[in-house]
């Protein structure tokens, strides 16, 4: 008698195949990972840290310096006060007034003019320029500006005429500096008129350029005062300009020129 097989009766459970153990990474992988995570994370930080960082220098680097002033005039007390400045040109006068501001701290409205020194009268000032700034609420009620804030404003029609104390004194310093260097004066007259003829002598296309042929040999004559090496060459290369070219013989023929009629001495 042969067996049957015996049907599936309800309610009883069907064998399910044992399931996969779960895969796990091991634990240097995972660690590994968070290193990575948190590398990248701090090289985006540095690199955000040296933008930020190289923008300040280059917006430090972008303010202005302010040249030489004077207050002449400040008033030290009151809700409303006057800073009088002086100056000596035209010049950056908002780096002037922005420096000038950056030191008012206390509490009021403070009203800034910047006059030149030069060019006023006893009754009227030479004004170049006048501000304003609020430090405080009082200072933003005096004003009428935020607290904080300034507001500027320059005269454009106006100058600043150099004084001729200080111009004479420019002008003894920048002789005394090209003396120093072995530089000669401009020669002006019958004295530039004989070193452009002394030059036609050796090179005649060098003086179809008059200024430059002057230039040339005031820069010269620094070389010969400074007992520099390779004269005749370095003379060769300073009448070489435009269309005119001299040789390095010409060139020693130059300096020979220009110490025999005493034009580098200095």
Known sequence: ???????HQPGWAVPQPPRPPKKTRPAALVGIGCLGIVFMATVVSALTSLTGGDSNDKSDKAAAKAPRYEIVEQDTSGNKRNV?????????????????????????GYYVVINCSTGGTDDVDNRLANGQKAV???GAATTGLEDGDTEFSTNPDRTCPVDPADEAKEEADRDAAAKAAGLPPEPTGAKRQELLDAIEAVNPDAVRHEDKAVDAARNQCSAINGEANRLDWLAAQRFTYKDVTTTEAQGKQINAALKRIGFCDV
């Open 1 to 7: 008698m042969s067996h049957q097989p015996h049907p």
């Open 84 to 108: 009088v400045v002086e100056v000596d040109s035209t010049k950056s006068l908002k780096a002037v007034f922005d420096d000038v501001t950056g030191k008012l701290t206390e509490e009021a």
């Open 136 to 138: 405080g609420s009082m």
